[in-house]
């Protein structure tokens, strides 16, 4: 079973290592690549009822890439 992160697109931990791995460094690079945090029900299907953008960021900047801002679905 794969691990997921951004709920409402079904985009696993995974594909989002392998978009970092093959150089996305925003998070909009990590939208492109995958269309996780593009939609707006993370809050209500996450377990853990928030949005995906903060798992993807933290992702980002443990692996030196950041970028200070959330998707639209945190607004």
């Known amino acids: 079973m ?4 951004c709920y409402c ?3 696993s931990k995974t594909e989002i290592e392998t978009a970092i791995s093959e150089g996305a ?11 996780a945090c593009t939609g707006n ?7 853990n009822k928030r949005c995906c953008s903060v798992e993807i960021l933290v992702m ?4 030196g890439n950041g970028e200070p ?7």
Do not use: F, M, R, W
């Open 2 to 5: 794969k691990e997921l992160v």
């Open 25 to 35: 460094k925003t998070l909009k690079d990590i939208q492109k690549a995958t269309g």
């Open 69 to 75: 801002k959330h998707c639209s679905c945190c607004a």
């Open 60 to 63: 980002l900047n443990s692996s």
């Open 41 to 47: 029900q993370c809050k209500e299907l996450n377990p």
């Open 9 to 11: 697109k079904n985009v």
